[in-house]
Every structure is written in structure tokens, then in C-alpha cells.
């Protein structure tokens, strides 16, 4: 049974330009969150998406937004990149909106240069 | 941001040494929390979870110790080996509707043989 999968697992992008993350959720699980983890520092919310909707937000400006497709599956997308969004993108999901079962992927470590 | 941790702390042990990483949750009103492991390019895997109405809750090899009354946790691994280098971080949350994983700073743990 696979768990999260994200891609790609490495980007590098221009300061200015827009990136999209993808994830997977792990099989049986409906809720994906984002989160973003700077170098040496812990995880950080975004958002956290159930039945394609934006249920939850963190203290991320509207340059970050996302999207739930039906089959679970979610992308987080990034616009007018910064240095400072350089960081490992993790996707976790869990089932219904239950928050024991969180589960996490290997992340997207994104390089803004 | 919510997850503040610029310094890394580091606990350093020989291998079969018990190991003790604390943690300060910051939100009295959570009530459940999770320890997490994350290795090096992975994304946190989920180690030991307790709720609020316990304090105290064993594993293999790991018991998660919790005080509300300053707000506290901790989580103790025995025999530590080589493989449980890693950093640590807990997280805490309130285990009702769209509600999103806040991480403590983290510890590095180095195990050496």
C-alpha cells in the first residue's frame, strides 16, 4: 500500500516565477495538508483541503494557494517566488478530518535561486 | 511563525544509553499530541501519539510523557541505537474538525556506537 507521494521530489526556480507541487494521499485517506519546513527549523501549516474545499489556513500570504481534485489527490501552487519560499514543501493526509493518521510524504525540497 | 526553532539543540548518546527529548507546547487548550521522527531527506514519520486525559503512554521502546501543568512533554527511547539518529520534533493539536499540526522546535539526536 503506498503512502504519500509527492512530486518532484527537487525543483529549482527563478526568483519571479510560479511552481505547482504535487501529492498523492495515502490510500483510504481523503484530506491532504501542506506544510512548510525551513532549513533547520520545524514544520509550518499552509492549508489543509477536504472534499475540494480550503478548510484551514496558516499564516501564508495569497500566493500560496492549492487545490483537491476528486480523487483526493491535491497541488499546492506558488506564485512570484521568493528566496524565502526556499524550503522542503511535506504533504500529509489523513483520513476524513481526523488528525491521528497523519501521514507524511518525503516532501518537495523547492530552491528558489 | 508558530514553530520557532533557528538553533537546532543536539543530544548526543552512546548506543544503548536511554535518551530523554523534551519538549514546550505552547497552546493549553490542544489535546493531542504526536512525536514524529525525520531523517535526512525524508519527510516526519510518526513515532508515539497521547491524548490530553493521559499522561503517559508507552510504546517499543518509546513512552511519551506528558504535563499539562507546564505544558511539557517528553519522550524517552530506550536502548538507543545507531539508527535512531534523527531530528525529533513534536507536535500538538486539537483533535476535533479541520485542525492543523503545530511542531515544537525539534532535537537532533546523534547515536553513536
Known amino acids: 500500500d503506498a503512502g504519500v507521494t509527492q512530486s518532484p521530489t527537487h525543483l529549482i526556480k527563478t526568483r519571479g516565477q510560479q511552481v505547482t507541487l504535487r501529492c498523492s494521499p495515502k490510500s483510504g485517506h481523503d484530506t491532504v495538508s501542506w506544510y512548510q519546513q525551513a532549513l533547520g527549523q520545524g514544520p509550518q501549516f499552509i492549508f489543509q483541503?477536504?472534499?475540494?474545499?480550503?478548510?484551514q489556513r496558516g499564516n501564508f500570504p495569497d500566493r500560496f494557494s492549492g487545490h483537491q481534485f476528486p480523487n483526493y489527490s491535491s497541488e499546492l501552487n506558488v506564485n512570484a517566488l521568493l528566496l524565502g519560499d526556499s524550503a522542503l514543501y511535506l504533504c500529509?493526509?489523513?483520513?476524513?478530518?481526523?488528525?491521528?493518521?497523519?501521514?507524511f510524504g518525503s516532501g518537495t525540497r523547492l530552491t528558489v535561486v | 511563525g508558530e514553530s520557532v526553532g533557528l538553533h537546532l539543540p543536539t543530544l548526543s548518546v552512546q548506543e544503548g544509553d536511554n535518551s530523554i527529548i523534551n519538549c514546550a507546547y505552547s497552546?493549553?487548550?490542544?489535546?493531542?499530541f504526536i512525536w514524529y521522527k525525520q531523517e535526512s531527506g525524508k519527510g516526519p514519520q510518526f513515532i508515539i501519539d497521547i491524548r490530553s486525559n493521559m499522561d503517559k503512554r508507552q510504546g517499543q521502546r518509546v513512552t511519551v510523557l506528558l504535563n499539562k501543568t507546564v505544558k511539557h512533554l517528553s519522550l524517552q527511547i530506550a536502548a538507543t541505537q545507531p539508527g535512531d539518529s534523527a531530528v525529533y520534533f513534536c507536535a500538538e493539536t486539537m483533535n476535533t474538525g479541520f485542525q492543523k499540526l503545530v511542531f515544537g522546535t525539534g532535537t537532533r539526536l546523534l547515536v553513536s556506537p
Open positions: 497552546n493549553s487548550a490542544s489535546d493531542y
Open positions: 500529509a493526509s489523513s483520513p476524513q478530518t481526523l488528525n491521528y493518521g497523519y501521514t
Open positions: 483541503y477536504y472534499e475540494e474545499e480550503e478548510r
